[in-house]
């Protein structure tokens, strides 16, 4: 089975400064994928960024970054320069060949203006 | 390109009843599946259709059920409903769904429909 562990269950982030989110799992299979997606208050989960197990480098999309440590087993998620926009929840997940999406619990970010 | 879009939006109903929610995929993909979404026990699997097929299933109790037509467009169904189905909804689109290769897999998800049953 494979399981994914977000230990932040909120996280506060001044306008236009950094934040990372943190995400570890646990999976035994070699092959595998990493997904970070972002659920606003309306409900819709919005795909942000993906990271292959097998990728050299990390993978970006815009201010979204994944820092991704695979011997340590994280996928942490970088915004740079957030926004008010920002504000919402955020959900990891992972999925190898033949399995299904398992998510994490989620973290609540607020961007203080 | 359209997104994945989930109707209604919004639904009440009450114990006992029986509901049935629609997802239309995005253009080309093949595979649609579902999740409930509670505060409780947060995002759960339901099932996955691909090509009309049911391929995988979640654990939930067999009140639950789906179908898939041949244009991809899904319906879920829910029977005799509880008070703890009132749930957020989701379905998420894949092209080539759970058994997909690393990359080709991810999921587009619709805006939900949020089922309330009283």
């Known amino acids: 089975a494979q399981k994914i562990t977000q230990t932040q269950p909120g996280m506060f982030v001044q306008e236009k400064e950094a934040v990372t989110l943190d995400c570890t799992y646990d999976?035994?299979?070699?092959?595998?994928?990493l997904f970070w997606y972002k659920q606003p208050s309306s409900g819709e989960m919005i795909f942000l960024i993906y990271q292959g197990s097998y990728d050299q480098q990390n993978a970006t999309e815009g201010r979204y970054s994944l820092n991704f440590q695979k011997a340590r087993k994280s996928a942490n998620l970088v915004i740079s320069a957030s926004q008010l926009g920002d504000s919402a929840m955020y959900f990891c997940?992972?999925?190898?060949?033949?399995?299904?999406?398992?998510f994490g619990t989620g973290t609540s970010l607020t961007v203080i203006p | 390109k359209a997104g994945v879009t989930q109707t209604p939006r919004y639904l009440i109903k009450t114990r006992g009843q029986q509901v049935t929610l629609s997802c239309s995929p995005i253009s080309g993909h093949r595979s649609v599946s579902w999740y409930q979404q509670t505060p409780g026990q947060g995002l759960q699997f339901l099932f996955e259709?691909?090509?009309?097929?049911?391929?995988n299933k979640g654990n939930f109790p067999g009140r639950f059920s789906g179908r898939q037509f041949s244009n991809s467009r899904s319906e879920m169904n829910v029977s005799t409903l509880e008070l703890g189905d009132s749930a957020l909804y989701l379905c998420?689109?894949?092209?080539?769904?759970?058994?997909?290769?690393?990359?080709?897999?991810?999921?587009?998800f619709g805006p939900g429909t949020r089922l309330t049953v009283l």
């Open positions: 999976t035994s299979d070699p092959s595998y994928g």
């Open positions: 259709y691909f090509s009309e097929t049911q391929r």
């Open positions: 997940a992972i999925k190898s060949p033949g399995n299904q999406f398992y």
């Open positions: 998420a689109s894949s092209l080539f769904g759970l058994a997909g290769g690393l990359g080709t897999d991810t999921q587009y």
